[in-house]
């Protein structure tokens, strides 16, 4: 596709709800980013996929979140049971270079509110 | 955690004037990115300097680095309303594989 497609765009859940969230990245972009981003504050890192490997998920904040990406393209970040203070936004990233940094490509973001 | 601290938090400008904004950050790096963010969209990249690099230009853009100092600079030139938004720098960690930090950001509003 043209850009890194994020949905749903707004997600209100009950406390206590399982919510599912979804990215669709760039088309042959190797790896993927997910990124939880608070009010005011920059992105914090949650978990990276290289392919459909999960290299790197030191930033999940609980056993709550659970992400995936079975095919290496898709993903889904899913978050169990959730809590007021999941409220946040929700970003996917998608790069084409795999090892070293390089340009990230956004999605508009997935804007969790948990009442 | 968040690896880069930018200064100031919020800068005014008018339409025209030049806007600096500063990061800092604690380890050693690879690389250092500044990205862009207006408001309830995603993030888009803008700038990436090398460790080894100490100044680096882009259109209006020029980004500065100082590795000893941990520290960068951004500096938009002949700013315009549509600059407007929160500016990030992103850092790498040598020997990270691709993970960047983000800064906490500075929010910028250039008055028509």
């Known amino acids: 596709g043209a850009g890194v497609s994020q949905s749903p765009r707004y997600k209100v859940a009950k406390r206590g709800q399982d919510v599912a969230l979804r990215c669709d990245p760039i088309?042959?972009?190797?790896?993927l980013f997910w990124y939880q981003q608070a009010l005011g504050q920059g992105p914090e890192f949650l978990t990276y996929?290289?392919?459909?490997?999960?290299?790197?998920k030191s930033g999940l904040p609980s056993d709550r979140f659970f992400a995936e990406r079975p095919e290496g393209s898709v993903s889904t970040l899913k978050i169990q049971r959730t809590q007021q203070e999941d409220s946040a936004v929700y970003l996917c990233?998608?790069?084409?270079?795999?090892?070293?940094?390089?340009?990230?490509?956004f999605g508009a973001g997935t804007r969790l509110s948990v009442l | 955690s968040q690896q880069g601290e930018e200064d100031p938090q919020a800068l005014s400008i008018q339409e025209g004037e030049n806007a600096t904004m500063n990061c800092s950050y604690k380890?050693?790096?690879?690389?250092l990115q500044w990205y862009r963010q207006n408001s309830g969209r995603g993030l888009v990249h803008l700038i990436l300097?090398?460790?080894?690099?100490r100044e680096k230009h882009s259109g209006r853009l020029r980004v500065t680095l100082d590795t000893s100092k941990k520290s960068s600079s951004l500096l938009i030139t002949a700013s315009r309303a549509a600059d407007t938004a929160s500016y990030f720098c992103?850092?790498?960690?040598?020997?990270?594989?691709?993970?960047?930090?983000f800064g906490t950001g500075t929010k910028l509003q250039v008055i028509p």
């Open positions: 380890t050693s790096i690879n690389n």
């Open positions: 992103a850092t790498d960690s040598s020997g990270g594989y691709q993970k960047v930090t």
């Open positions: 088309s042959g972009h190797v790896s």
């Open positions: 990233a998608s790069s084409l270079v795999r090892g070293v940094a390089h340009i990230q490509y």
């Open positions: 996929f290289q392919n459909e490997a999960q290299l790197d």
């Open positions: 300097i090398r460790s080894n690099e």
